[in-house]
């Protein structure tokens, strides 16, 4: 049972270029989420979808898109990467509001 | 204002005491409550989480929580805390309006031999 699965697990990025991170789950859980998470900061909701098709912005989305095409897939893309994007990337996915989340091992990025 | 506060960013605890990492929330509705821990480099993991019901909510590995809806507080504890029980503690409320859990800035916990 995968759970919850990001891609790529570290990523070194120069200013400028662009990526994204991939994160599936295997649930069948409608809603997902991707977070944020910098030293001393918490954790911060950037993009979250309830369905396939539905994307919203959470507290931090601008340099940050996000697409929803399947209900397993939840991929997060990065354009014109910058320092400030320099954090720990997060996904979650959950089978309803209310219930707890189910979160990924996390991806490292680094914009140099 | 949906919003959740961890007073403390580190709590150091003698191995075999107990500890209790601390949490209030903002009163808006009725939100449900969780506690999140992170080891180093992994993931969130679910601890446990309060609906409605008893005040003291039991969770994995020996942790409880306390709800305390005059308060606003929803405290972790642990009877007699492990060395490997440090690690990363987020709280989190759930409000039905938002539809999103709302994460505190996380506590460190140290448990030291």
């Known amino acids: 049972n995968a759970g919850v699965t990001q891609t790529p697990k570290f990523r070194i990025l120069k200013i400028g270029q662009s990526m994204t991170l991939q994160c599936t789950q295997d649930?069948?859980?409608?809603?997902m989420y991707w977070y944020r998470q910098d030293p001393g900061m918490g954790l911060k909701l950037i993009y979250y979808s309830v369905g396939a098709g539905i994307t919203d912005k959470g507290e931090v989305p601008n340099g940050y898109n996000v697409s929803r095409s399947t209900t397993e897939d939840f991929p997060l893309r990065l354009e014109l990467a910058a320092p400030s994007q320099t954090s720990v990337y997060f996904c979650?996915?959950?089978?309803?509001?209310?219930?707890?989340?189910?979160f990924g091992s996390g991806t490292r990025l680094t914009v140099v | 204002a949906q919003s959740v506060a961890q007073p403390e960013d580190q709590v150091n605890v003698a191995e075999g005491n107990p500890l209790t990492v601390k949490c209030t929330y903002s009163?808006?509705?009725?939100?449900?409550l969780f506690w999140y821990v992170q080891y180093p480099n992994r993931g969130l993991q679910f601890l446990l989480k309060y609906i409605t019901g008893d005040n003291l909510v039991k969770g994995s590995y020996g942790f409880e929580a306390e709800f305390n809806k005059s308060q606003t507080s929803f405290h972790l504890k642990k009877p007699s805390a492990l060395v490997s029980d440090s690690a990363l503690y987020f709280c989190?409320?759930?409000?039905?309006?938002?539809?999103?859990?709302?994460f505190g800035q996380g506590t460190e916990l140290s448990v030291k031999p």
């Open positions: 979650a996915s959950s089978s309803g509001q209310g219930v707890g989340y189910t």
């Open positions: 009163v808006s509705g009725n939100p449900y």
């Open positions: 649930m069948n859980h409608n809603y």
């Open positions: 989190a409320p759930f409000y039905n309006q938002g539809g999103k859990l709302i």
